[in-house]
């Protein structure tokens, strides 16, 4: 399976800074990751699927502007949280779609916005 | 979307006990995988089976499509073993649709 490095791995910052969290394909040159959202205690909800080269498509409910998201290469999607505040805080996980539909995943980011 | 419901919630077991987990999808589907997302929160890829029966150790899972559910077993259970397993489905656009998942405790 693919290889997904995620950093950081756990972020604390103040309300009004914006953070920016890498999501990076090592072995696998991936055209298509995901950004998931998980709260305490829930499931994994998509956010938004990132691919390479053109605009994500964001899922209802989730503020692009809010939640900036880069794939600028085959190997490497960003996901910018601007302006945090604390009802952001939460585990944000990227996923990378390799051939077919098994998708392997990063092992998350802790954001926590005081 | 296709619903995914997972049973039960949550589950303490004794190590070297067995259990089965089961998640139930509301339409056909070609796909499911099952995840096992450990206590530090990363999430494991245990099995894709869209159908049939798979094994890897001690855990082995089985899918009837025509019948809309998976069941995820694990046998002698190890402390290792506790965290949270979720089963998922495709959706449309290739992104997993995850059900709650099952909270699993293994005491020593």
């Known amino acids: 399976g693919a290889v997904v490095s995620q950093h950081p791995s756990w972020v604390i910052c103040k309300s009004g800074t914006s953070v920016k969290i890498e999501c990076r394909s090592l072995d696998f040159q991936a055209t298509t990751m995901f950004w998931y959202r998980q709260f305490p205690k829930q499931s994994l909800m998509l956010m938004a699927t990132s691919n390479e080269g053109s605009k994500a498509t964001y899922e209802q409910g989730v503020e692009k502007d809010k939640f900036l998201i880069n794939h600028a290469s085959l190997t490497l999607s960003t996901l910018t949280v601007t302006s945090a505040h604390p009802e952001d805080s939460s585990f944000y996980i990227c996923?990378?779609?390799?051939?077919?539909?098994?998708?392997?995943f990063g092992a998350g980011t802790r954001l926590s916005v005081l | 979307g296709i619903q995914v419901e997972q049973s039960p919630p949550d589950l303490i077991l004794q190590e070297g006990a067995n259990s089965t987990l089961r998640c139930n999808f509301s339409?056909?589907?070609?796909?499911l995988q099952w995840f096992h997302q450990n206590p530090w929160g990363q999430l494991i890829n245990l099995f894709y089976?869209?159908?049939g029966t798979k094994q890897n150790g001690r855990l082995s899972a089985t899918t009837v499509a025509t019948e809309r559910y998976s069941l995820l077993y694990i046998s002698s259970s190890q402390t290792t073993d506790s965290g949270v397993y979720f089963c998922a489905v495709v959706n449309s656009g290739y992104a997993l649709n995850f059900g709650k998942g099952t909270s699993l405790l293994v005491t020593p």
């Open positions: 996923s990378v779609r390799t051939s077919g539909v098994i998708q392997y």
């Open positions: 089976i869209p159908s």
């Open positions: 339409d056909s589907v070609n796909n």
